[in-house]
């Protein structure tokens, strides 16, 4: 699920893991913020950023030599059979298959047109299919999305490739299909097992369903399954999400990412299906998310950061004990900083110094490519204070440190005379047992983990003046 905006992470009292974390302290952090799955994050990408400007991004690429450098690939299929009502994704609800037919030929265009600047020699090292859901297409059309993904890029042999699934709109034979075309990582939308929550939010998929795919995707050999859950949900309760959370432990997924709902039905439209009646208020949340903190931590999860949890041996965990965890657009990844190209309606990009957007609706996207042009409508270019902050606030996120002489060389600037003013404004954090500032570093502690967002915040240029449009931090 990467288009989580409506989701936030809330945090308690009551966790072990957190055992002194007072109400007062969830308070004053009880404001919205960004998720940092870029930054800056994109409410300020520009209409001034255009196509011509990615293009000079990948021609620099190119002129750095840097074809062999790992590349990331996101494609977005847009399209859902139908809605849920929490959804705050931009999707297209539709019956009508061909429309995926007309816009996997928009996104062979763009392929090409992308293939072309990037020029022979890229290897894309790690693809990533969302949505909407990419399993709204059928085998077919998957089969040939991915002959025409490998006709104009190279594709690493050993690279990563993970899909989003509609647990409804698979069975064993597309997951042995999803296998033969090379994916090797599956992410399923759960978000609730409970019958009476599932049709409050307009999402029937019986547990049994998911443990048999979960079956059959291990019988496959797919190296990684994430799950994703929702707490916050209508007719969800203490009972309820007690009994989601066993079916959850015995499904044993290598990877759980465990979103808060946020309900604003004023902004996206969907959620005004949904009863506030039926909410469960937000002592009951904070039980709910205690609670699977405790359970998850006591099936043997580690807790990565943010609302992501992997078992010890799942490479997220491997990397965060290393120091190696990275973040991008999906969330947490094991995947080196490095450029993204991103294919489809909405898709965000990462090229050098630069972000870009596509077009957010169909009908624009596939304007632009009529024109043959790339159908970039809004981006960013990073100055080097957003390139400096960019790399603070990442190393806090991911590992939880940053030593100022090491991020200073590597910017060449004074870091300590720099963030002067942020070092004052971490006084709260520090006095509250959320950061460690020394001289010579800063360290997030155990407590501040569940806070991480709190403490990048303060890194943050451009948070303070629109935070309303982010989910809260608590
Ligand atoms: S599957 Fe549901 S939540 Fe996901 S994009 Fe479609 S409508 Fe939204």
Excluded at 170 to 198: C, E, I, K, M, Y
Aim: aromatic share 8%; charged share 25%.
């Amino acid at each position: 699920m990467t288009c989580d905006l409506a989701f936030k992470m809330i945090s308690t009292t009551v966790d072990p893991i957190m055992p002194s974390l007072p109400a007062e302290l969830l308070r004053q952090f009880d404001v919205p913020g960004p998720r940092y799955t870029s930054y800056p994050t994109a409410d300020r990408f520009v209409e001034a950023f255009g196509a011509e400007d990615h293009a000079r991004a990948v021609r620099r690429r190119r002129a750095d030599g840097a074809q062999a450098a790992p590349l990331s690939m996101y494609v977005h299929i847009p399209f859902c059979e139908s809605l849920c009502y929490y959804c705050a994704c931009n999707k297209v609800i539709t019956r009508h298959h061909e429309k995926a037919r007309h816009y996997l030929d928009y996104l062979a265009c763009e392929a090409a047109l992308q293939a072309a600047q990037l020029g022979p020699g890229t290897v894309v090292s790690q693809l990533h299919l969302g949505g909407g859901s990419p399993t709204f297409l059928d085998d077919a059309e998957l089969t040939g999305l991915m002959a025409m993904l490998r006709g104009v890029f190279d594709f690493a042999t050993d690279g990563e490739q993970s899909i989003e699934i509609d647990p409804r709109t698979v069975d064993t034979g597309r997951l042995a299909h999803l296998a033969s075309l090379g994916f090797n990582r599956l992410s399923f939308g759960v978000q609730d097992f409970d019958p009476d929550v599932q049709r409050a939010v307009h999402r029937i998929q019986p547990a049994e369903r998911v443990f048999a795919l979960m079956a059959d995707a291990r019988a496959l050999g797919f190296e990684s399954v994430n799950v994703d859950l929702i707490y916050g949900l209508p007719r969800q309760n203490d009972a309820s999400f007690e009994r989601t959370l066993a079916q959850l432990c015995m499904l044993r997924p290598d990877r759980i990412a465990l979103y808060a709902y946020a309900h604003l039905p004023e902004r996206f439209k969907p959620q005004r299906r949904i009863l506030a009646e039926d909410l469960p208020d937000a002592p009951i949340r904070v039980r709910m998310l205690a609670r699977a903190i405790e359970v998850l931590r006591d099936a043997g999860y580690v807790y990565i950061g943010m609302d992501h949890f992997a078992l010890p041996g799942d490479p997220l965990a491997v990397a965060k004990r290393n120091g190696r965890l990275h973040r991008d657009f999906q969330g947490y990844s094991t995947q080196p900083d490095g450029d993204l190209v991103a294919l489809g309606v909405s898709a965000i990009g990462r090229m050098g110094a630069t972000y870009s957007q596509n077009a957010k609706t169909l009908e624009n996207y596939y304007d632009l490519l009529d024109q043959r042009r790339l159908p970039v409508v809004r981006g960013l270019a990073l100055s080097r204070d957003d390139l400096l902050r960019r790399d603070v606030i990442m190393a806090l996120m991911c590992r939880g440190h940053v030593d100022f002489d090491a991020m200073g060389e590597a910017h060449t600037v004074d870091f300590r005379h720099c963030f002067a003013a942020e070092f004052a404004a971490l006084g709260p954090l520090v006095a509250q047992g959320l950061v460690r500032l020394t001289d010579h570093d800063i360290k997030v502690t155990p407590r501040g983990w569940f806070l991480v967002r709190a403490v990048a915040m303060v890194f943050d240029k451009y948070c303070g003046a629109h935070r309303e449009r982010f989910s809260r931090v608590v």
